[in-house]
């Protein structure tokens, strides 16, 4: 195994570009990371990268060896599947990242209820409302709420979501209730914003008689935590843009209030996300089989 670890390790310094990072990826220490590359370059007889103080670039013998050892590695991955398949015992450590709102109301929740009936089967969770980089970043899978972009990961749609703008009843009485997305504009109302690289939420598309648009909205207070949004709209500190199941409960009591009504939101999609190399992994399969269909019940329970 130590010549396989060797290759993966290679892999992840290849494609994370950083021996850190890698040894962070596979949960071990620089040193280790730098060891293991030096023991693949060892036994090839080639230097795989080229070092400097700021960087860390394949060489041409780097950039042929990534291509087979990503083959070796798939072909390693699905044996073990095949084998862990046939003896319908998954097994081993799950790499999961999921949104802050989804990941506290459906995921979490339901981690206890998915270990009880695969116990040997262990979950490392991550919650963030950042882009994140699936690949990049080592994961198993990702749960993923908004706009799907193209890519080389494996996609399975769980539920289409509702959204809502909503805010508070004092916020309504301070400034007005606007009638719909141009009005948000013109009168100048305080959007709350979820901002972080990569983030498009301040830009809210909108259905209209024409059809979905966009409107650039801006506001003074903007977070990368959609639940402080959710907080600071409660404390009628402005309009905010949710899936309505991060809202519901909120809505149904009257702490916050519909707005803008005469072009809502156009809905988005929870999806979650596998990486091509492992999604044939059954562990990674029974955990998105329990996910998705525990996911689907949670969500459905929601619809108005």
């Known amino acids: 195994m130590a010549y396989v670890n060797n290759i993966r390790m ?19 220490s620089p040193a280790v990371a730098s060891s293991r590359i030096a023991e693949l370059e060892k036994h090839l007889g080639v230097r795989l990268f080229n070092r400097t103080t700021r960087a860390l670039n394949p060489t041409e013998h780097g950039r042929l060896f990534y291509d087979g050892a990503c083959r070796i590695l798939e072909a390693i991955d699905s044996a073990e599947a095949a084998v862990m398949e046939a003896s319908q015992s998954p097994r081993g450590t799950l790499f999961v990242a999921a949104p802050l709102g989804v990941g506290r109301r459906f995921i979490a929740p339901a981690v206890p209820a998915f270990k009880a009936q695969y116990p040997q089967i262990d979950i490392r969770l991550r919650l963030s409302d950042r882009m994140i980089d699936v690949t990049g970043e080592g994961l198993d899978l990702a749960f993923h709420l908004g706009p799907l972009v193209d ?18 009843p004092a ?20 959007c709350l914003n979820l901002r ?17 648009r966009r409107f650039e909205i801006s506001g003074p207070l903007e977070s990368d935590d959609g639940d402080v949004l959710t907080g600071w709209a409660l404390d009628g500190a402005g309009i905010v843009l949710k899936p309505l199941f ?17 072009t809502p939101p156009i809905p988005t999609q929870l999806a979650c996300l596998s990486p091509s190399r492992r999604y044939r992994d059954p562990k990674v399969q029974v955990f998105t089989e329990f996910m998705v269909d525990h996911c689907k019940r949670a969500l459905r329970e929601l619809q108005p």
């Open 10 to 28: 290679f892999v992840r310094v290849y494609e994370l570009g950083n021996m850190s990072a890698a040894a962070r990826d596979q949960r071990t």
């Open 151 to 168: 890519s080389d990961l494996k996609v399975r749609v769980i539920e289409e979501c509702p959204r809502v703008l909503c805010a508070a």
């Open 171 to 190: 916020y309504i009485e301070r400034r007005g209730m606007p009638r719909d997305g141009q009005a948000l504009i013109e009168d100048g109302h305080d």
């Open 196 to 212: 972080f690289p990569g983030a498009r939420e301040f830009q809210w598309t909108l259905q209209t008689a024409d059809g979905p």
């Open 246 to 262: 991060e809202v519901a409960e909120h809505l149904e009591t009257g702490a916050l209030v519909p707005v803008a009504t005469d």
